[in-house]
């Protein structure tokens, strides 16, 4: 690919924001604009899946992973929120008894969320109000959240009882069996503005390393042999007629998930927690499935044959910024020889 590409990642928060500031490093070198940015277009479609109204304002758990990653402001050691945080807000809410006392949000994360309330409320949409926020920034790129509907993922637990994705996630941590998930208002849902005129006019779409039901099902569906998440109506059937080389990175190395809770997750769906398997999930898009090539870990290299889809190997673990260029870079190579 000679000319500076468009690039379109499908994300989760924090998996995706890691690969994506990787890939950003990667487009830097490549295709550099002469003033430290890049003259390729990389647009990022994140899951609002596990968007929620706490405490009356609006958390975005995975716009602001990516917002916060890309602007060098996140603790990365927690893996979520901003660094050099304080949590008095979220102390004095609890004494209160307001909001979730389990999950808990930095003072100057709550900022980021209250302005987003603000806007919102007065009518703005998500789409503008994550374009103002990653003004405030300085974040080159597009992100867009893949819906500005409130379509929340719920879980059905084993008592049959049903809970926000968030309280399942953070405060049972995944310990308490999950029978299904359902996006609440899903067939109401329609792409945010921009999203599929992204897809369009992409080159490459990187399906980024984050939980393959969660985050990515929540943006275009991701189906088992026990049960699915159906995604947001439109999203998946732009991919299938895009003229873009769609490439996976695996987000589950040597039989476990590289960050999270994935297996709990892929269990109610009837899908083993391996690369292989994720990939039959995803399905080969020439037949019918998502994607045209599979990234994987070298560990998971002998096992990949019957997934139907092409496959390259290599080391996936992000030990820093430049290796996961590297990984970027890789992706973008195997998509280049799909094409070709």
Known sequence: MSAAPHIVVLSGGVGGARFTRGLLHHLRAAYPDGSGGTTARLTVIANTGDDAWVAGVRVCPDLDSITYTLAGISDDERGWGRHDESERVSAELAAYGVGWPWFTLGDLDLGTCIARAAWLRDGVGLGEV???????????????????????TLVRLDDDSEVHFEEWWVRYRAKRPALAFRQENIAEA?????????????????VAPSNPVVSIGTITGFAGPAGEMPGIPGIREAVLASSATVVGVSPIIGGAAVRGMAEACLAPLGVETSAAAVARAHGARRGGGLLDAWLVDDADAASIDDTG????ARPLWFTSIDETAAIAADALELAESVRR
């Open 190 to 206: 329609r792409p945010a503005p921009g999203v599929l005129d992204a897809i369009a006019n992409a080159d490459t779409i990187i």
């Open 130 to 152: 994550t374009r103002r926020i990653t003004v405030r920034w300085g974040v080159d790129i597009e992100l867009l959240p893949a819906t500005e509907h409130e379509a929340e």
């Open 309 to 312: 889809v092409p496959t390259r």
